[in-house]
C-alpha cells in the first residue's frame, strides 16, 4: 500500500518507461482535517517503483498556478504520453474558482525529458463548449465538468485522442444522467480541437470520472468511476453502491456499452488504473483507499492480478480465488 504519513493522497496515474513504474497522484495535507477540503488544495506528486508494491516518494510534479492562471486553485487528475521526439507530456485538469464556491475546469499540459522535472505549457489547451457540453451557468451541477484527460495515440496513426470526463449540454430531466465521454483530437500534442462527446447522456450516470483505455488481451474497455450519490436515479434504485466501473468498447474510440459496464469495486475503492506486470505478463489493478468503516483512507492498493473470463473482468487473490469485485481493502 502507497500511504503517506502527512498527506491524504486519492487520484492517480501510471507511467511505465521501461525500467521504472510511475505513480502520479493528486495530495493534500491531512492538516486540512477535512478530508472533503483536500480538492481545494491538490497538488500532484510523484513516486516511483520496480514493482508495483514498493513506493518511492520523489519530488512533486505540478503545483497550483498564481492568480490568474487556469489552474491557480489545484491541479487535478491527469495522464502522461511520451512525445514522438522524446519528450514526456503530463495532460492534467486544471481548476479555478468560480462563484458560490464552485469551480470551472480546463485543460492544461506540462513536458519532461526525464518523468523528474515539470515545465507547465501556456494553458488550458481545452476548455468546455455548450455547443456539446454542460457550462456552469447553466445551474445544473456544482461545479463546470471538463476534467481528467485520457490521451493516446489515433488508432490508425493520426493524431491524438483525449477522453474528458464531462456532461452533455442537453437531455434527460433526470440531472444524474447526463455524464458522457467528452472527446478533443490534436495533430501534435500541442493545438487541441474539441469534438463533439463519444457517448450519449441516459446511461445512468452523472459523470464518469478519471476516463482510462484498457486493452485485455485484445479486449478493449473504458474504465471509470462514479458513486451511487452521481449516478441516475434509476440505477441508484438497483441498490449499487458505485465505485470502479469498466464499460467494453468496440474500439479505443468506441462505441462504449456504458450503461451495461460492469461494477468492479464497491465504494470502498476509487480510481482504478489497469497496468501490464514487467516481469509476470499479468494485468494487474489498482485503485485508492476512498473509505472503511465510513473514515476517508486516502491511500492507493497494493495491485491485484486481473483475468478476463467470459467477457468480464475478474480478480484472482494471493491463494488463486477468482473475485468478480475487488475485496474490501484490508491493513488500513
Known amino acids: 500500500m502507497f500511504r503517506l504519513p502527512d498527506s491524504w493522497v486519492w487520484d492517480f496515474w501510471l507511467v511505465d518507461d521501461g525500467q521504472k513504474y510511475h505513480m502520479f497522484f493528486l495530495f493534500a495535507s491531512r492538516a486540512l482535517k477535512d478530508p472533503d477540503a483536500r480538492h481545494d488544495r491538490a497538488s500532484i506528486g510523484h513516486a516511483v517503483s520496480e514493482d508495483l508494491r514498493n513506493w518511492v516518494r520523489v519530488e512533486d510534479a505540478l503545483v497550483r498556478g498564481d492568480t490568474p492562471a487556469f489552474d491557480d486553485l489545484a491541479t487535478w487528475t491527469g495522464s502522461v504520453v511520451r512525445h514522438p521526439d522524446g519528450r514526456w507530456v503530463m495532460f492534467y485538469t486544471g481548476a479555478t474558482r468560480a462563484p458560490a464556491g464552485s469551480n470551472i475546469q480546463t485543460i492544461g499540459f506540462a513536458t519532461s525529458t526525464d518523468l523528474i522535472h515539470w515545465d507547465k505549457g501556456p494553458g488550458p489547451v481545452l476548455a468546455t463548449d455548450d455547443r456539446w457540453y454542460e457550462k456552469l451557468a447553466e445551474g445544473r451541477w456544482h461545479d463546470e465538468a471538463f476534467r481528467d484527460p485520457w490521451v493516446f495515440p489515433d488508432p490508425e496513426g493520426t493524431g491524438w485522442h483525449m477522453l474528458i470526463t464531462a456532461r ?28 463533439a462527446p463519444l457517448t450519449e447522456p441516459g446511461q445512468g450516470f452523472g459523470h464518469l470520472e478519471v476516463l482510462n483505455l484498457v486493452d485485455f488481451d485484445g479486449a478493449h474497455f473504458v474504465t471509470f468511476s462514479c458513486l451511487a450519490q452521481d449516478a441516475a436515479r434509476w440505477r441508484r434504485a438497483t ?53 472503511v468503516d465510513d473514515v476517508f483512507i486516502g491511500a492507493v492498493t497494493d495491485p491485484m492480478k486481473c483475468v478476463l473470463k467470459d467477457g468480464r473482468i475478474w480478480f484472482v487473490d494471493s491463494s488463486g480465488a477468482h473475485h468478480e469485485k475487488h475485496p474490501p481493502p484490508t491493513g488500513c
Open 168 to 195: 452533455a449540454a442537453s437531455g434527460p430531466p433526470d440531472n444524474f444522467d447526463r455524464g458522457v465521454i467528452g472527446h478533443g483530437w490534436s495533430a501534435d500534442l500541442t493545438e487541441w480541437e474539441l469534438r
Open 239 to 291: 441498490g449499487t453502491t458505485g465505485g470502479v466501473w469498466a464499460a467494453r468498447a468496440e474500439s479505443p474510440l468506441g462505441p462504449y456499452d456504458i450503461e451495461g459496464a460492469q461494477l468492479l469495486t464497491t465504494d470502498e475503492l476509487y480510481v482504478g488504473r489497469f497496468i501490464r506486470d514487467r516481469t509476470s505478463g499479468d494485468m494487474m489493478f489498482l485503485a485508492f483507499i476512498n473509505r
